[in-house]
C-alpha cells in the first residue's frame, strides 16, 4: 500500500524525551491546516504517479493507508479535523487504514464523538506507562486511569484497532514495575502495542538531565531482561512480535495453525520496514518515492508562509544503489520476514550474504525460506548487527 503521514506537530506540553519536531503555538492551527490542505493540492500530481502503479483498494497489498502523527493531533480542533479529512478525501480518495495519535486526555466523550463522525478506524495513544509518577517524570499530560477510560470511550464508538505504546528503562525502574506495565496494557486487550526503551536523545531535556547527573540511565543488562520479558508476555498473551518494538494480537487459532500475519499489524509504518513509496505532508513531514527522499522545513511558522506564497519548503537526496542498500539493511530486516534475498542485485546479496557470515555462525541471524532475519538473540544486538552489513 501507498502511504500518506501528514505532521501534526502541535503539542500542549513538551515531553522531556521527544525528538520530534512539535511546537506549542496552538495559535497557529487554524492557518497550519489551511496550508497542509493547500499542499496536497500542490503536490496532486505527485500522488497519481505515487498510486498509478501500485495495486487498487480491493486487491491484495492495494489501497492507501493515511497517518495522522506528531506531535499531537488530537490538538486540533472539530473543525480543523474536518475539513482535514474533507480535503484528503478529495485529493486522495478513501483510504484502507486511518491512524490518528491521540492523547488519553484529550479522548473525552466530546471528542470521541468527533471521531466518530470521521473515516479513522485505527487509534494509536501514547500510554508510555501505568504509573503516574512516571508519567509526571516524562511530563506526559494524562493519568493511567485516563488511558484505561479512552480505550472504553474508542470502543464505545466502534474503533476495534488500537493501540497503546509503551516505555521502559526508566531511571530507577525495577523488573516488577515493568512487569506491572505489561499486565495493565494486556488487560485492555488491545489490538496492537508499540513498546521502547527510553532514549536520551541529544538536545531534549532528558538528555540534559542525564548529562548533567540528575537522573542515570538503567544498566544495558536490565534493560535487555525488560525487552525478553515484553516478548515472553506477549507472545503468550497471542501477539504477534512483527517487527523490533511492535506486537499485533494475533487471529484465533483454527486447527493449530496459524493462518497470514495479524490483520493488526501497522499497514502504514509498514510500508517504511517495506521499501513502499509514501508522500509526507506538513512541517518536517518526509517523503519517499523509491527514488527520491525529501522533506519539508522544520519550521511552523517558514512552512506556513512558503505554502501560503505557493512555494514547497523542502530539501531532497537522490538515492543510489548503495544508499537504497543501507536503507533496506535497516528497515526490512527489523522485520519478522526480513529480507528476501530472490528480489537482490547479486553485488549486494553477495555482500549480504559475505558479512553477515560471522552474525549466521552466532546464531544472531538466520536464513529461511530464501529470507535473513535476526533471530531471537539477534534481536537484543540489531544494531550492532545491521551495522556489519552497512555497505562502505
Known amino acids: 500500500m501507498a502511504g500518506l503521514y ?25 492557518r497550519y491546516i489551511d496550508a497542509v490542505c493547500q499542499e496536497m ?24 493507508t493515511l497517518y495522522l502523527g506528531g506531535g499531537t493531533p488530537s490538538q486540533l480542533s472539530a473543525e480543523n479535523l474536518q475539513k482535514l479529512f474533507y480535503n484528503i478525501n478529495k485529493v486522495y480518495g478513501e483510504a484502507s487504514e486511518i491512524t490518528i495519535e491521540c492523547n488519553p486526555d484529550d479522548l473525552t466523550d466530546e471528542y470521541v464523538a468527533v471521531l466518530a463522525q470521521l ?26 486511569e485516563q488511558v484505561r477510560t479512552a480505550v472504553q ?24 514495575d515493568w512487569a506491572s506495565d505489561i499486565n495493565e496494557a494486556l488487560a485492555l486487550d488491545v489490538e496492537h502495542i508499540s513498546a521502547y526503551c527510553l532514549m536520551y536523545e541529544e538536545g531534549t531535556p532528558l538528555y540534559e538531565k542525564f548529562k548533567s547527573a540528575k537522573v542515570q540511565k538503567l544498566k544495558e543488562e536490565t534493560e535487555r531482561l525488560m ?8 507472545e503468550a498473551a497471542g501477539y504477534e512480535h512483527y517487527e523490533i518494538s511492535n506486537f499485533a494480537k494475533e487471529p484465533p487459532l483454527w486447527g493449530g495453525w496459524r493462518g497470514s500475519p495479524s490483520p493488526f499489524r501497522s499497514l502504514h509504518n509498514s510500508n517504511y520496514w517495506n521499501d513502499t513509496p509514501y508522500i509526507g505532508l506538513g512541517a518536517a513531514a518526509h517523503s519517499y518515492d523509491g527514488q527520491t527522499r525529501s522533506w519539508n522545513v522544520s519550521d511552523i511558522r517558514e512552512y506556513i508562509d512558503a505554502i501560503e506564497r505557493g512555494q514547497r519548503p523542502f530539501d531532497y537526496e537522490l538515492l543510489n544503489d548503495d544508499s537504497r542498500y543501507n536503507d533496506l539493511i535497516t528497515t526490512a530486516l527489523r522485520t519478522r520476514e526480513g529480507i528476501n534475498l530472490t528480489t537482490m ?25 530464501q529470507h535473513i532475519h535476526l533471530t531471537r538473540e539477534g534481536l537484543f544486538v540489531s544494531d550492532d548487527v545491521m551495522s556489519d552489513l552497512i555497505w562502505v
Open 6 to 30: 501528514i505532521h501534526i506537530p502541535f503539542c500542549a506540553s513538551r515531553c522531556i524525551y521527544c525528538g520530534f519536531y512539535s511546537t506549542t503555538l496552538l495559535d497557529l492551527q487554524d
Open 41 to 64: 493540492k500542490m503536490r496532486k500530481q505527485e500522488r497519481i504517479e505515487l498510486t498509478k502503479s501500485l495495486p487498487l483498494k480491493g486487491e491484495v497489498g492495494g489501497g492507501l
Open 119 to 144: 473515516p479513522v478506524n485505527r487509534v494509536s495513544m501514547g500510554a508510555q506507562t501505568f504509573s503516574d509518577e512516571r508519567l509526571r517524570f516524562l511530563h506526559r499530560r494524562h493519568t493511567a
Open 153 to 176: 470511550r474508542l470502543r464505545a464508538i466502534g474503533i476495534r484497532n488500537i493501540s497503546i505504546d509503551l516505555m521502559f528503562g526508566f531511571p530507577n525502574e525495577t523488573l516488577d
Open 227 to 234: 525487552y525478553e520479558r515484553l516478548i515472553d508476555r506477549l
Open 345 to 369: 542485485e547479486k553485488k549486494y546479496k553477495d555482500y549480504l550474504l559475505e558479512n553477515a557470515r560471522p552474525s549466521l555462525e552466532r546464531n544472531l541471524l538466520r536464513i529461511d525460506n
